[in-house]
């Protein structure tokens, strides 16, 4: 699999015949298998439909907000899960007056609601953020057990960590979506980071090294 590196287009332009060698659509037909077998659910269907439907209207006219919006409302979703960082408590609180202000029934939960010890998940002094602290691990799983409890049937994620986005995610009861993906460094718009990648961050991230 090596979409990424592929320019034909072959598959959006249903052009397979054109398409290289790697492309799954000349070894493997699962891909369309798999998507017609799943939206055969009348609820993914309609989730998949209203997806379409928004693209299409909204297309680079509305913003990601006003995506999420209208998303939610064709889906007839009325109440919707806030799952924030605490860095981002003001972004938060804005965001659900927002969301207020549309008519929507929103929850929120901050990313440390709990109030669990990072030691309890056996990590060191040292590997904190301010050794020497008491410091509250973010507890995503947490964040979606309070908004399962609010019956939320819609949850937004708003700067979660890596990871613990991945963790909210996998445990949330609701479909979720994320609207700001964290990035301290680049005011939250971790694209900066590739569309800078041949300048200034080609020092960066170009000689970036897994860390095993």
């Not at 939250?188 to 020092?203: D, E, K, Q, W």
């Amino acid at each position: 699999m090596k979409c990424a590196e592929c320019g034909t287009k072959a598959c959006g332009l249903r052009q397979f015949d054109k398409a290289p060698d790697f492309c799954p659509m000349k070894w493997d037909y699962g891909p369309q298998h798999a998507g017609r077998e799943g939206l055969s659910d009348p609820k993914l269907r309609e989730f998949a439909l209203n997806a379409a439907r928004t693209e299409s209207a909204g297309y680079c006219r509305w913003t990601r907000l006003e995506e999420t919006m209208e998303f939610a409302i064709r889906c007839g979703y009325k109440r919707l899960g806030v799952a924030f960082c605490s860095g981002l408590r003001e972004e938060a609180a804005k965001l659900v007056r927002i969301l207020k202000d549309n008519n929507f029934e929103v929850y929120s939960a901050i990313c440390c609601c709990g109030g669990v010890q990072k030691e309890e998940i056996g990590l060191k002094d040292e590997e904190k953020v301010r050794p020497g602290n008491d410091e509250v691990m973010c507890n995503p799983i947490g964040q979606a057990h309070v908004l399962a409890k609010m019956e939320t049937e819609f949850n937004v994620v708003v700067g979660l960590c890596v990871g613990h986005d991945s963790l909210f995610l996998m445990n949330s009861k609701a479909p979720a979506t994320v609207l700001v993906a964290k990035d301290r460094v680049l005011a939250h718009n971790p694209v900066g980071a590739i569309y800078a990648s041949h300048s200034y961050y080609r020092l960066k991230v170009g000689s970036h090294k897994r860390q095993d």
